[in-house]
């Protein structure tokens, strides 16, 4: 798990790293779209982080459930 979770992070780090590495192109290019893609990457910075610890919130409580529910049985 805890492999899982490192690699995890780091899949993630790139994530954020290639958004931010595009609309630093798109800046420096003149893309008409760079305004779209400034928005979307402080957009996933502020969200995936997020979704990422309520998914790992819920997981937890629902192992934390399965396994009272195992000792019950």
Not at 21 to 31: E, N, Q
Not at 50 to 60: F, G, N, P
Request: charged share 20%; aromatic share 10%.
């Amino acid at each position: 798990m805890k492999n899982l979770k490192r690699i995890g992070a780091i899949l993630i780090v790139v994530l954020l790293l290639s958004l931010y590495g595009l609309t630093l192109y798109a800046g420096l290019t003149a893309s008409p779209d760079y305004q779209s893609l400034l928005m979307a990457s402080i957009y996933s910075t502020t969200m995936i982080p997020l979704m990422l610890y309520a998914y790992m919130l819920v997981y937890r409580l629902l192992k934390k459930r399965a396994e009272e529910e195992a000792k019950r049985k």
